[in-house]
């Protein structure tokens, strides 16, 4: 199906356990990004790409890891899982970095 | 550094009732708004959105915004709100490459 795809839906995992999170979109979009939601912060940036091979790192990255070899797919990795990334993580789209942002279902992450 | 803050955290209202969340934001040249809102247990969708020209811009689901520069504002308004609207809507500007999302506002709506 043509979108933004986001796997796993949901994931427990333990603190100090390596995460990543999938994110899939079929619209060959040039960009892609990465936020957490948490109560009362609304979404931050943690990662965003402008294309294949090219990443930079938004308001929180600390604790993160991305990459895209394909311009189609962009993981998130949490090296060393921390409680303080109890969160919901959304990846999002764009043609371009200004334009709209298409997101995905989200995943919600909990670190025990 | 740029920024976007919602003043309202909470908001109920009644059936019919009218609608205006405010948004509020900080950028020092040219700065593309939107508004993004998010039904329960759903992912964002865009409402409605700002690049330039007529500053008083129409989205979906009767919803309208209002950008004046003077204030720094793009306050979201529907003059009738429904059921259905019961939702977390984000404020949400960009500069650049990164889109900075304000807090959001938690909208119910009482039947």
């Known amino acids: 199906d043509a979108g933004i795809t986001q796997s796993p839906r949901y994931k427990i995992t333990e603190t100090g356990r390596q995460v990543t999170l999938m994110c899939h979109q079929t619209w060959s979009h040039s960009y892609m990004f990465w936020y957490r939601q948490d109560l009362g912060h609304g979404l931050r940036l943690i990662y965003y790409?402008?294309?294949?091979?090219?990443?930079d790192k938004g308001e929180v990255p600390d604790g993160y890891v991305v990459s895209r070899s394909k311009t189609e797919n962009f993981p998130l990795t949490l090296e060393s899982a921390t409680r303080s990334q109890t969160s919901v993580y959304f990846c999002?789209?764009?043609?371009?970095?200004?334009?709209?942002?298409?997101f995905g279902p989200g995943t919600r992450l909990t670190v025990l | 550094a740029q920024s976007v803050s919602q003043h309202n955290h909470h908001v109920i209202l009644s059936e019919a009732a009218s609608l205006e969340l405010g948004c509020n934001y900080s950028y020092g040249g040219t700065v593309n708004l939107f508004w993004y809102v998010q039904y329960p247990g759903q992912h964002l969708q865009l409402l409605l959105k700002?690049?330039?020209?007529?500053?008083l811009v129409k989205g979906i689901k009767g919803f309208e915004a209002e950008f004046i520069k003077s204030k720094f504002s793009f306050n979201l308004r529907k003059p009738s709100v429904q059921w259905s609207d019961t939702a977390e809507y984000f404020c949400a500007g960009a500069a650049g490459n990164m889109l900075t999302f304000g807090g959001g506002t938690r909208l119910m709506v009482k039947p």
């Open positions: 790409s402008a294309a294949a091979d090219i990443t």
């Open positions: 999002a789209s764009s043609e371009e970095g200004i334009a709209e942002q298409f």
């Open positions: 700002y690049f330039s020209g007529d500053p």
